[in-house]
């Protein structure tokens, strides 16, 4: 079993910054691709950005390219979101995932995922 709890979230204005981080702990909980979802009211629950392991190598989804990184330390098991350029639409439940997705295409899916966070609220105003 692997826990991740999630933290940093909070309420900034379009334009600022904020930065989760995601605690993971349990067995082996450092050899997991990191991903992070996010799921805004009314909304499905979609692919954020991820960091696989062990090459380390961090995917994104074009909405959030070149304004979020992603970064992971295996040695205290935590990953870190940093959030940039912050807009309304960003506003969201953010959640920390783990997994070993078998492909590209499931490092960006739900079901490439088999622990999860309870996730951290992020509100951005206009």
């Known amino acids: 079993q692997v826990q991740l709890v999630e933290s940093g979230g909070g309420l900034v204005q379009a334009g600022g910054s904020l930065r989760l981080s995601c605690a993971a702990s349990?067995?082996?909980?450092?050899?997991?691709?990191m991903g992070w979802f996010r799921q805004a009211p009314g909304k499905e629950r979609e692919f954020v950005t991820a960091?696989?392991?062990?090459?380390?190598?961090?995917y994104y989804a074009d909405s959030v390219k070149g304004r979020f990184t992603i970064s992971r330390d295996n040695a205290l098991n935590t990953v870190h979101l940093q959030m940039n350029s912050l807009k309304p639409e960003d506003t969201a439940v953010y959640s920390c995932a783990a997994g070993n997705p078998a492909s590209v295409d499931g490092i960006r899916r739900v079901y490439g995922y088999i622990y999860w966070g309870q996730g951290t609220q992020v509100t951005v105003s206009s």
């Open positions: 960091v696989t392991w062990p090459a380390g190598i961090a």
């Open positions: 349990g067995r082996t909980s450092s050899t997991y691709t």
